[in-house]
């Protein structure tokens, strides 16, 4: 059962409160997304580390009922 948009975004905001967020479903299937990721949380991470938070933040789910995330975290841009 593919895992809907919604949901995905729902998780990241839990598990990142400030995240700015945006995901676009690359096949239409609800299976494959690609994701940018900003959040403080991020700062001073490794881009592994960083990446390796979003799948927790996935609750498992990655591998199950999403098949395939391209994933791009960064740090928001202070002024």
Do not use: C, N, W
């Amino acid at each position: 059962m593919p895992l809907e948009q919604d949901h995905l975004e729902a998780l990241i905001k839990e598990a990142f409160p400030d995240a700015e967020i945006d995901i676009q479903d690359l096949a239409g299937d609800g299976d494959h997304y690609a994701a940018h990721i900003k959040s403080k949380a991020f700062e001073g991470l490794t881009r592994v580390k960083q990446h390796q938070m979003v799948y927790d933040a996935l609750k498992g789910k990655m591998g199950e009922e999403l098949h395939a995330l391209a994933l791009q975290t960064s740090v928001p841009q202070t002024d």
